[in-house]
């Protein structure tokens, strides 16, 4: 049984940082792609940040909207993907998820929402003026 687990979310100033973690537990996490995703309210679910396996042939992307303030990275020792997110602001304010793809996906691919076969439960990430 695949178990995504976020933690991490809370409460920020803006300009502020907050880091968030994903646990993964039943699947090969050294393959396939880790994402996260985001989803405020009242608005569609969009990417944030996603990154395929370590190795020469890793490949990261960040949204436009998060290039510069937000850093994706993986510990496959911990089975851990990570969401550095620095500089909050406002409209960085959402639920948090954490994804991950059985397959490895293409670099168009990787924002898809409908490529990841598995979500964690969501964190909330609050931004305040």
């Known amino acids: 049984q695949v178990q995504l687990v976020e933690s991490g979310g809370g409460l920020v100033q803006a300009g502020g940082s907050l880091r968030l973690s994903c646990a993964a537990s039943g699947l090969t996490f050294n393959r396939g792609v880790m994402g996260w995703f985001r989803q405020a309210p009242g608005k569609e679910r969009e990417a944030v940040a996603g990154i395929s396996r370590p190795g020469s042939s890793a490949y990261i992307y960040h949204a436009d909207s998060v290039k510069g303030r937000f850093t994706i990275s993986r510990d496959n020792a911990k089975n851990t993907v990570y969401l550095q997110m620095n500089r909050l602001k406002l409209e960085d304010t959402a639920v948090y998820y954490c994804?991950?793809?059985?397959?490895?996906?293409?670099?168009?691919?990787?924002?898809?929402?409908?490529?990841?076969?598995?979500w964690g439960q969501g964190t909330q990430v609050t931004v305040s003026s």
């Open positions: 994804a991950a793809s059985a397959t490895l996906l293409t670099a168009q691919d990787m924002p898809d929402v409908r490529q990841y076969s598995y």
